[in-house]
Protein backbone atom coordinates (compact mmCIF):
# COMPACT_ATOMS: atom_id res chain seq x y z
CA UNK A 1 0.00 0.00 0.00
CA UNK A 2 2.99 2.66 0.41
CA UNK A 3 3.68 2.06 -3.10
CA UNK A 4 -0.02 3.09 -3.79
CA UNK A 5 0.44 6.22 -1.49
CA UNK A 6 3.05 7.36 -3.72
CA UNK A 7 1.22 6.99 -6.58
CA UNK A 8 -1.25 9.28 -5.12
CA UNK A 9 1.42 11.58 -4.00
CA UNK A 10 1.76 11.96 -8.48
CA UNK A 11 2.02 15.76 -9.65
CA UNK A 12 1.54 13.80 -13.24
CA UNK A 13 -2.35 12.69 -11.76
CA UNK A 14 -5.68 14.64 -13.08
CA UNK A 15 -7.54 16.05 -9.95
CA UNK A 16 -10.46 13.76 -11.10
CA UNK A 17 -8.02 10.38 -11.01
CA UNK A 18 -6.54 11.58 -8.05
CA UNK A 19 -9.56 11.69 -5.90
CA UNK A 20 -10.93 8.39 -7.48
CA UNK A 21 -7.80 6.51 -6.55
CA UNK A 22 -8.20 8.21 -3.02
CA UNK A 23 -11.67 7.22 -2.83
CA UNK A 24 -10.39 3.56 -3.99
CA UNK A 25 -7.45 3.19 -1.32
CA UNK A 26 -10.04 4.52 1.60
CA UNK A 27 -12.51 1.63 0.06
CA UNK A 28 -9.33 -1.05 0.40
CA UNK A 29 -8.39 -0.01 4.01
CA UNK A 30 -12.41 -0.31 4.70
CA UNK A 31 -12.22 -3.85 2.98
CA UNK A 32 -9.21 -4.75 5.30
CA UNK A 33 -11.39 -5.39 8.69
CA UNK A 34 -13.58 -7.17 6.95
CA UNK A 35 -11.73 -9.73 4.63
CA UNK A 36 -8.41 -11.24 4.68
CA UNK A 37 -5.53 -9.11 3.42
CA UNK A 38 -4.02 -11.87 0.51
CA UNK A 39 -8.49 -11.06 -0.91
CA UNK A 40 -8.28 -7.78 -0.62
CA UNK A 41 -4.96 -7.74 -2.72
CA UNK A 42 -6.73 -9.68 -5.37
CA UNK A 43 -9.33 -7.43 -5.62
CA UNK A 44 -7.43 -4.38 -6.11
CA UNK A 45 -5.50 -6.39 -8.80
CA UNK A 46 -8.73 -7.27 -10.59
CA UNK A 47 -9.43 -3.58 -10.13
CA UNK A 48 -6.28 -2.63 -11.71
CA UNK A 49 -6.20 -5.25 -14.62
CA UNK A 50 -10.18 -4.00 -15.55
CA UNK A 51 -8.46 -0.50 -15.50
CA UNK A 52 -5.42 -1.55 -18.03
CA UNK A 53 -7.47 -3.53 -20.15
CA UNK A 54 -9.49 -0.51 -21.06
CA UNK A 55 -13.06 -2.02 -19.39
CA UNK A 56 -13.15 0.38 -17.00
CA UNK A 57 -11.92 3.62 -15.50
CA UNK A 58 -10.86 5.34 -12.55
CA UNK A 59 -14.41 6.63 -10.96
CA UNK A 60 -16.19 3.38 -12.31
CA UNK A 61 -18.19 1.60 -9.38
CA UNK A 62 -16.25 -1.74 -8.90
CA UNK A 63 -18.80 -3.26 -6.72
CA UNK A 64 -19.82 -5.63 -8.67
CA UNK A 65 -16.03 -7.44 -8.29
CA UNK A 66 -16.02 -7.27 -4.16
CA UNK A 67 -18.94 -9.80 -4.49
CA UNK A 68 -16.81 -11.84 -6.99
CA UNK A 69 -13.91 -11.96 -5.42
CA UNK A 70 -14.43 -11.68 -1.51
CA UNK A 71 -17.44 -13.11 -0.90
CA UNK A 72 -15.95 -16.38 0.64
CA UNK A 73 -12.95 -14.30 2.42
CA UNK A 74 -14.24 -13.09 5.46
CA UNK A 75 -12.00 -12.50 8.64
CA UNK A 76 -12.49 -15.12 11.41
CA UNK A 77 -14.31 -12.89 14.42
CA UNK A 78 -13.03 -15.62 16.34
CA UNK A 79 -9.16 -16.11 17.17
CA UNK A 80 -8.78 -19.82 18.28
Known amino acids: MAGYATILHSRSLSSEEK ?18 WQAVLSYHGTVLLEIERGHAVWGDSFHHLDARILQRHFKSLVRP
Open 19 to 36: QAREEHFIHLMYLTMTYK
